[in-house]
């Protein structure tokens, strides 16, 4: 199965973006997204669960939102109040048997999209 994301683009700081991620035929169990800038590892940034429990790192705590609608098998990621820390690719990541311990694990999921650039600056 390969994911689909969509949605990225450039932003000020303090705007917002919606990233969205299709998993065609297939919802999963566990969602999530992750983003690599230059030079940097894969991150953790929201995951969401069948259930529609969400863990959510950190740094996007309060800015982000992950929300899903199964019977469309997609995934959605509203970032607000941008920073630019925030650049970087993001990717969907999709996975049946992920566990709590490892929601924020990139090697926890085993499909994956794309990617999509999303670039914060003035």
């Known amino acids: 199965v390969q994911l689909q994301a969509s949605g990225g683009g450039s932003v000020q700081p303090g705007g917002s973006l919606r990233l969205s991620c299709a998993a065609p035929g297939r919802a999963f169990n566990n969602m999530a997204w992750f983003r690599q800038a230059p030079g940097k590892e894969r991150e953790f940034v929201a995951a969401i669960r069948r259930s529609g429990h969400t863990y959510y790192a950190d740094s996007v705590k309060g800015r982000f939102t992950i929300s899903r609608d199964n019977a469309k098998a997609m995934v959605y990621l509203q970032m607000n109040m941008m920073r630019p820390e925030d650049t970087a690719v993001y990717y969907c990541?999709?996975?049946?048997?992920?566990?709590?311990?490892?929601?924020?694990?990139?090697?926890?999921?085993?499909?994956w999209g794309q990617g999509t650039q999303v670039t914060v600056s003035s």
């Open positions: 990541a999709g996975g049946d048997g992920v566990i709590l311990s490892s929601i924020g694990r990139a090697g926890a999921y085993d499909y």
